[in-house]
T-cell receptor
Framework: KQEVTQIPAALSVPEGENLVLNCSFTDSAIYNLQWFRQDPGKGLTSLLLIQSSQREQTSGRLNASLDKSSGRSTLYIAASQPGDSATYLCAVLSGGYNKLIFGAGTRLAVHP | GAGVSQTPSNKVTEKGKYVELRCDPISGHTALYWYRQSLGQGPEFLIYFQGTGAADDSGLPNDRFFAVRPEGSVSTLKIQRTERGDSAVYLC?????????????FGPGTRLTVL
């Protein structure tokens, strides 16, 4: 059974720091891995999607890497800003073209 | 264009009652998904529709939960004889096609509280 773990569970940093959020999964047979952002009381917003054949994806200040063989992904946030404060969720598409399996998320707080 | 919408945004009900939660997917999206998110956890898959049919309902916790999508667009999640443990945020998502390249677009969720 696929399980997704995210470390750390919570993170509080001053503005301007570069951050690394970690995600691990137990079964390397995945189709893709996605990082989402969730703001309080709102739905999930997709940030980056990495296909199983890819090693990384970049969007602005965000960079996500995937090492499928070791079951790990990292989300790198450069020059963090208070507006980056949210919960970041990692999810893998595994076992079928439909079912996303999520980690519990990392709650990020960036203070001025 | 409009995103995925869900109604109501909040629902408070008493134990034992019946509730319906509605999802309007993005126009033209053939795939629709329901997830449930408990406090402090990531979303958990409930059911997936391709068109009008439920292609995978393996995540529904028991037979009190049922979902329909009669015309291949709007979906309703139905919960009978609600229990306090059903309290959670119910999220709906849709995608153009159920492929590995299409991301799922999520609605804002319905927060269900069972007293």
């Amino acid at each position: 059974k696929q399980e997704v773990t995210q470390i750390p569970a919570a993170l509080s940093v001053p503005e301007g720091e570069n951050l690394v959020l970690n995600c691990s999964f137990t079964d390397s047979a995945i189709y893709n891995l996605q990082w989402f952002r969730q703001d309080p009381g709102k739905g999930l917003t997709s940030l980056l999607l990495i296909q199983s054949s890819q090693r990384e994806q970049t969007s602005g200040r965000l960079n996500a890497s995937l090492d499928k063989s070791s079951g790990r992904s990292t989300l790198y946030i450069a020059a963090s800003q208070p507006g980056d404060s949210a919960t970041y969720l990692c999810a893998v598409l595994s076992g079928g073209y439909n079912k996303l399996i999520f980690g519990a998320g990392t709650r990020l707080a960036v203070h001025p | 264009g409009a995103g995925v919408s869900q109604t109501p945004s909040n629902k408070v009900t008493e134990k034992g009652k019946y509730v319906e939660l509605r999802c309007d997917p993005i126009s033209g999206h053939t795939a629709l998904y329901w997830y449930r998110q408990s406090l402090g956890q990531g979303p958990e898959f409930l059911i997936y529709f391709q068109g009008t049919g439920a292609a995978d309902d393996s995540g529904l916790p028991n037979d009190r939960f049922f979902a329909v999508r009669p015309e291949g667009s709007v979906s309703t999640l139905k919960i009978q004889r609600t229990e306090r443990g059903d309290s959670a945020v119910y999220l709906c998502a849709s995608s153009l096609m159920p492929t590995t390249t299409d991301t799922q677009y999520f609605g804002p969720g319905t927060r269900l509280t069972v007293l």
